[in-house]
């Protein structure tokens, strides 16, 4: 069968594309709509990716098996999930399988938009349901991808920013720099709430929504952040410089990494919706991350012959096997001042990733 046939007639049979009918149960006219990047976006790199068709059939008819368990009717949060997922891999599998088994997109390209510095991909193959990952594969048979993220990246930013020299210390020395602050919570509270409330706190967000991230009330919430405004004056005072510097100028900037004498401009304030003190307070720091990670992947770029993709503070490259114990030692010395883990091996993208 040829390969176009094939595919047509595979979503066909399995019933993997959405019902083209209206509210009546008529058949609707199909109209081909093609996503276009934003006219704002800049782009900041391309790259090549390869897609196992194979992988990718599989993987939308298991998505598909998922709506089918939990319900179409999209009325709980289970099943608004395995829609989306399953809705956006089939539409990605539609436009992309031409019934090979394999297919490589050239110059999937990484850019910014909007608000934020923050690199994403066009077509958005990051974006997409982990279980998608499976089918993102090196381009030259026999090589291997390596992945790894950046340990507590925002949090420590923000700790340089506000010139925290104890916190930086600790982490600099291997430990966790959110139990660095363990002693401002409440004595046996778990990691997790620590990290939720210390994040919270750097970026304003309520005591309502803290509370729902924790899995406790509003007030204990309040509590808990009151504490941390009264406890770390260093970034209370951060937060304040911050927004009053957006204020005053009229748009939402960042350092250009860890340098506050390099201020970049990111976004205007939007006239509609007003000035947003939280996303002032997220842009400096993500932004600034994020374009930290723009000069690692420039730096990064003329030694991969393959793949590169970032996903804010994590990165995929594809290596030959032979040259992955070198890679290894070129991103832990040009990581720094970060930290990661392990440095993981995988035949495909979410291998790597669940190695991490």
């Known amino acids: 069968m040829e390969p176009n046939k094939f595919h047509c007639s595979y979503y066909k049979e399995n019933n993997l594309s959405m019902e083209t009918t209206d509210l009546f149960g008529k058949k609707k006219t199909k109209t081909k709509k093609v996503k276009q990047p934003r006219e704002d976006r800049k782009v900041i790199h391309e790259t090549r990716v390869k897609i196992d068709l194979r992988k990718l059939r599989e993987i939308v ?5 998922k709506v089918d368990k939990v319900g179409w009717d999209r009325e ?4 608004r999930s395995a829609f989306h997922s399953w809705n956006t891999v089939s539409k990605f599998a539609e436009e992309w399988d031409n019934g090979e088994d394999f297919r490589i997109i050239e110059n999937v390209s990484g850019g910014t938009a909007g608000s934020s510095a923050r690199v994403y991909y066009f077509p958005s193959i990051t974006s997409y349901c982990k279980p998608f990952r499976e089918c993102i594969v090196p381009i030259t048979e026999g090589n291997k991808f390596l992945f790894f993220d950046l340990k507590a990246a925002e949090f420590f930013l923000n700790c340089v920013f506000c ?4 916190a930086i ?3 600099q020395a291997g430990e966790d720099i959110y139990l660095y602050y363990k002693s401002m919570f409440p004595v046996g509270l778990p990691r997790d709430p620590i990290k939720t409330t210390l994040i919270a706190n750097m970026y304003n967000t309520s005591a309502y929504r803290t509370g729902i991230n924790c899995g406790i009330s509003e007030t204990q919430a309040q509590r808990l952040l009151d504490n941390i405004a009264m406890r770390i004056p260093s970034m209370t005072m951060k937060k304040n410089s911050v927004i009053r510097r957006a204020r005053e100028l009229g ?3 960042c350092p250009n990494g860890f340098d506050q004498s390099d201020m970049v401009k990111i976004a205007d304030i ?3 919706k007003g000035f947003n003190e939280c996303l002032a307070l997220s842009v400096y720091v993500q932004s600034a991350l994020g374009l930290w990670m723009q000069g690692f992947i420039k730096k990064l770029e003329p030694r991969i012959n393959g793949t590169i993709l970032t996903v804010f503070d994590s990165c995929l490259l594809e290596v030959r096997p032979e040259r992955a114990e070198a890679a290894k ?3 832990e010395a040009n990581i720094k001042p970060f930290r990661i883990g392990k ?12 190695e991490a």
């Open 61 to 65: 008819l298991s998505l598909k098996e």
């Open 251 to 253: 748009y939402y900037s």
């Open 343 to 354: 440095i993981c091996e995988g035949s495909n993208f979410l291998e790597a990733y669940l």
């Open 169 to 171: 210390r600790h982490y």
């Open 163 to 166: 010139n925290e020299t104890e």
């Open 329 to 331: 030692k070129w991103i």
């Open 76 to 79: 709980t949060p289970a099943q």
């Open 270 to 272: 939007d006239p509609k």
